[in-house]
C-alpha cells in the first residue's frame, strides 16, 4: 500500500490460546446480563470487579502500579472475547482501554500510584471529556477553560456526549488553559477531573433508543488541584492525539453487531436459502478480514509503533460494517429465529447511528486516511 | 509481508514489467497480436517455472512465491497468460508431468472425448485460446476419465473478454493427445479451483493498490476550481473509502502469501469473495475522481478497469465464493461462530 500504511501480517500466538480459554470459563460464569457486543450498551460495575479480580483490567501495565505486565495482543485476546460475548464492559472500558495508558505515559510519579491500582482493581471507572456543545469534530475549538488559582486551576464550561459519567469517578478533561492564539492546538491541558466534585453536574441525555448513556456535565468554579493536571500545561492537545491509536484500531469498532451476525447464524442453521448463506458468508468474510487488520495494528503497538492511521483506517471501514451487519441482515429475515434474534437485531439497528460517530466520526476518519495517502 | 524470495521476486518482476509492459504492448494484445518479446523474458527468468519443484523441472519456491509475482502482474495490467500457464504447470506436477514455458491453459468447464487414443470436442470461450500452445483438458474414454495435454489446433469464433483477452472456442477433431497425463482425479479439480481463485485475487489486489495510486497523482495533479482536486474534501472521501477497500483487499491476499504451504481453501474463499467485493467500489470511485480523462482509452487507468472487470468473475465471482464460506460456516459439525472465527485466526 502507500507508504505510511502498514497492515503487515501478524498472528495470535498459539501460547495465548490458554487465557482465551480462561476467558470463556469466566464468561460462561456469567449470568446475570443480556448479550450485547456493542462495548458501549452494557456497563456493570459488578462485572468489571469480578474481571479485575481475574487481572483483565489493566493487563499490560506495569507490576508496580497492580498491573499484569502482560503483551497487547494478550489484552488483545480478553477484550475481543469479552465483545464477542456480549458481555456489560462499559465500566471500566475507557479507563482500561485509554485513560491508563494516558497516565502511564504523561502522568506524574503520585497520579500512577494513585489512580492505576484503583483502576486496576476495578474500583473507579474514567470518562473522556472532549467534546462540548459547541465543540464535536473541531475538538481545537473547545471553550471549557481554566484559570491559573493557588495550588491549581479554577474550571468553568461544559462537556457534552460524555459516556457513563452518571456512573463512572473521574473524566480526564480537555481543557484550555490558555486563550486560544496563532496555533489552535496549543494552550490546551488534560485535567482529572472526579465527577463527584463541588461544582460538577452531571445531566443525563436520552439516545434515540431511550436508553441514558450518554450526558452533558457542567463545570461551575471548579477547583482542580495542580496533582490533577495530567503531563505538561498546553500538551493537552498532543496527548489527546497520542490515545487515538489505543481508540480506533481495536475490535470494538467492528464487533458492535458480532451478536446479530452470530444468532443469524443460529436462526439459519440447517435451514439455509442460498441467499441467506452467501449473505452470511459475505459478512463472515469482511468479519474475519477486519480482525486480522486489527490485529496487525495490535502487533505494532506492541512494538511501540503508533499507527494512527490505519487505526482510523480500520475504524471506518469497521464502522461501516457494523452498519451494514443488520441492514443486509434484515432483508433475509431468517424463518426459524433463534430466541434473541429480533433482540439483538433491533438493539443494533437502534445503536447503529452512534458507531460512526463516537471515538471520531466518519468524516474526521475519512480525513485521516486521505491525508496517508498524502492528498492533505 | 512478503519473505524475503518473495521481495527478490517483487524486485526483478517489476522492473522486467517496467521495462516491457507498456499501453502500446496492451493494445497490440488486445488486436490479436501475442506478447511474444515479454514471453521470452519471462521464460528467461525463469518466472513461468516458478513454484515448481526442481523434479517437476522448476527452480523452486513457494505457491506463495507465484501469488507475490502475480501481484506485480496485477498491477501492470500484463496482457499474457501468465496465471493460467502457472496453473497448467501446477496440474502437470501434481500428475508427474515436468512444467513447460508454453502458453497453456487448464480446461475442465467441459470434457473431451476419446476414442482409439484420438480425442474430440468444443473447448468454449477459452481466454487466450488464439495463444494457447497448449490445453490441459479432462476427456472421457471408454476406460474412465483422464486428463491429456492437447495441442491447440482449430480456432473458432474469435471475441474478445472484457478486457479485450483474445478468446476462443477450440476445436478437436480426433486429435491425438500430447501425452495422457492421468487419471482426472476430483481433488485435482478442487485443488485447481482453489489455485486459481487465489491467483485471480492475488491479480486483482496489485491491478487495486495500482488503480489507487493512480487516481491518488491524478488528483494531486489535476487543477480545478483554482486548486488541486486532491484539496476538495468530496475528492478525498471517496478516495479514503476505497483505500479502506484496497486495504481489505491487500490484506486479504497477503494471508495467501504468508506461509509455505499452501493457503486454504477458506482463506482463498475470503480472499476471492472480499477481493472481488471490493472491485465494483473502487472502480466506480478511481473512475469518478478522474474525471472523463479516465474513461478514455488512453489513459492507462482502463487496462486495469477492465481486467479488474474480468478477474473478478474468473474462477468463481464473490456470490460462488461467499456461498462457499457460508456453508463452511453452518455446516452441521461446526462449532459456535466465534469459535470457529478465532481457531481459524
Known amino acids: ?376 | 509481508m512478503a519473505s524475503e524470495s518473495q521481495q527478490l521476486i517483487v524486485e526483478s518482476s517489476s522492473r522486467l514489467l517496467a521495462d516491457h509492459v507498456s499501453p502500446a504492448l496492451i493494445e497490440s494484445v488486445e488486436a490479436g497480436h501475442f506478447a511474444e518479446g515479454l514471453w521470452s523474458r519471462l521464460v528467461e527468468q525463469g518466472l513461468l517455472l516458478l513454484g515448481l519443484d526442481e523434479s517437476a523441472g522448476g527452480y523452486g519456491g513457494t505457491f506463495g512465491d507465484q501469488l507475490a509475482l502475480l501481484r506485480q502482474m496485477g498491477r501492470y495490467a500484463v496482457p499474457a497468460p501468465v496465471a493460467e500457464t502457472l496453473l497448467a504447470n501446477h496440474l502437470r506436477a501434481l500428475l508427474g508431468a515436468e512444467g513447460l514455458t508454453l502458453p497453456s491453459a487448464v480446461v475442465d468447464s467441459s470434457r473431451l472425448t476419446g476414442r482409439d487414443g484420438s480425442f474430440s470436442g468444443m473447448l468454449e470461450d477459452i481466454p487466450w485460446g488464439p495463444f494457447l500452445q497448449r490445453v490441459l483438458v479432462a476427456a472421457d474414454t471408454s476406460s474412465g476419465t483422464v486428463w491429456i495435454e492437447m495441442p491447440v489446433g482449430e480456432i473458432e469464433n474469435r471475441v474478445s473478454s472484457l478486457a479485450g483477452e483474445p478468446t476462443a472456442t477450440l476445436r478437436f477433431d480426433q486429435v491425438e493427445p500430447l501425452r495422457v497425463l492421468g487419471p482426472f482425479i476430483e481433488q485435482h479439480q478442487t485443488e485447481l479451483l482453489h489455485r486459481g481463485a487465489a491467483m485471480h485475487a492475488s491479480l486483482m489486489a496489485g491491478a487495486l493498490e495500482q488503480s489507487l495510486e493512480i487516481a491518488v497523482g491524478y488528483v494531486l495533479e489535476r487543477n480545478q476550481f483554482g486548486q488541486p482536486l486532491a484539496k476538495f474534501q468530496a475528492i478525498q472521501h471517496q478516495l479514503a473509502v476505497m483505500a479502506t477497500h484496497v486495504a481489505a483487499s491487500t490484506r486479504s491476499v497477503d494471508q495467501l502469501q504468508m506461509r509455505d504451504e499452501a493457503p486454504s481453501d477458506l482463506d482463498v474463499a475470503i480472499a476471492k469473495a472480499r477481493v472481488g467485493e471490493a472491485v465494483g467500489l473502487s472502480t466506480d470511485t478511481a473512475h469518478q475522481v478522474m474525471g472523463a480523462m479516465g474513461y478514455t482509452r488512453e489513459h492507462h487507468l482502463n487496462y486495469l478497469t477492465r481486467r479488474l472487470w474480468v478477474w473478478r468473475d474468473r474462477f468463481g465471482h464473490e456470490t460462488v465464493w461467499q456461498q462457499r464460506i457460508g456453508e463452511y460456516f453452518l455446516s452441521a459439525n461446526q462449532a459456535d461462530l466465534w469459535m470457529q472465527i478465532t481457531e481459524l485466526s
Open chain 1, 1 to 376: 500500500m502507500f507508504q505510511g500504511m502498514n497492515f503487515e501480517p501478524a498472528t495470535l500466538p498459539g501460547e495465548f490460546d490458554g487465557l482465551r480459554q480462561e476467558v470463556r470459563s469466566f464468561l460462561a460464569e456469567e449470568t446475570d446480563w443480556a448479550p450485547n457486543s456493542d462495548f458501549n450498551t452494557g456497563a456493570s460495575p459488578d462485572f468489571s470487579r469480578r474481571l479485575a479480580e481475574k487481572g483483565w483490567i489493566g493487563m499490560t501495565w506495569p507490576k508496580v502500579y497492580g498491573g499484569g505486565e502482560r503483551s497487547f495482543l494478550e489484552r488483545y485476546i480478553v477484550t475481543e472475547e469479552l465483545l464477542a460475548a456480549g458481555a456489560p464492559v462499559g465500566c471500566h472500558w475507557i479507563a482500561d482501554r485509554q485513560s491508563g495508558p494516558l497516565l502511564l505515559k504523561f502522568g506524574t510519579e503520585a497520579q500512577k500510584a494513585e489512580f492505576l491500582p484503583k483502576i486496576v482493581a476495578g474500583d473507579i471507572f474514567f470518562s473522556i471529556g472532549m467534546s462540548e456543545p459547541d465543540s464535536g469534530s473541531d475538538l481545537a475549538s473547545i471553550r471549557t477553560h481554566a484559570d491559573r488559582v493557588d495550588g491549581g486551576w479554577r474550571l468553568n464550561g461544559s462537556k457534552i456526549w460524555t459516556s457513563g459519567a452518571h456512573h463512572n469517578h473521574y473524566m480526564v478533561t480537555l481543557v484550555r488553559t490558555e486563550p486560544p492564539g496563532e496555533n489552535r492546538h496549543a494552550g490546551m491541558s488534560q485535567f482529572i477531573v472526579p465527577i463527584r466534585a463541588d461544582g460538577v453536574t452531571v445531566r443525563g441525555i436520552e439516545n434515540l433508543a431511550g436508553e441514558s448513556d450518554f450526558n452533558q456535565i457542567f463545570f461551575d468554579d471548579v477547583f482542580i488541584p495542580d496533582e490533577l493536571v495530567v503531563g505538561e500545561p498546553g500538551n493537552g492537545w498532543a496527548q489527546v492525539m497520542s490515545e487515538l491509536a489505543y481508540e480506533r484500531s481495536g475490535p470494538e469498532r467492528f464487533l458492535s453487531a458480532f451478536r446479530v451476525l452470530l444468532e443469524y447464524g443460529r436462526s439459519i442453521k440447517g435451514n439455509a436459502t442460498p441467499e441467506q448463506t452467501a449473505l452470511y458468508g459475505r459478512l463472515i468474510a469482511h468479519l474475519m478480514v477486519l480482525r486480522r487488520m486489527s490485529v496487525s495494528v495490535a502487533n505494532l503497538l506492541q512494538q511501540g509503533v503508533m499507527p494512527n492511521t490505519e487505526a482510523a483506517l480500520i475504524k471506518e471501514l469497521g464502522n461501516a460494517y457494523e452498519r451494514l451487519v443488520p441492514e443486509a441482515i434484515r432483508l433475509y429475515p431468517p424463518k426459524h429465529p433463534s430466541p434473541d434474534y429480533a433482540r439483538v437485531l433491533n438493539e443494533c439497528i437502534l445503536h447503529a447511528p452512534s458507531f460512526t460517530l463516537r471515538g471520531g466520526t466518519r468524516e474526521i476518519l475519512r480525513g485521516m486516511i486521505a491525508r496517508g495517502l498524502g492528498l492533505r
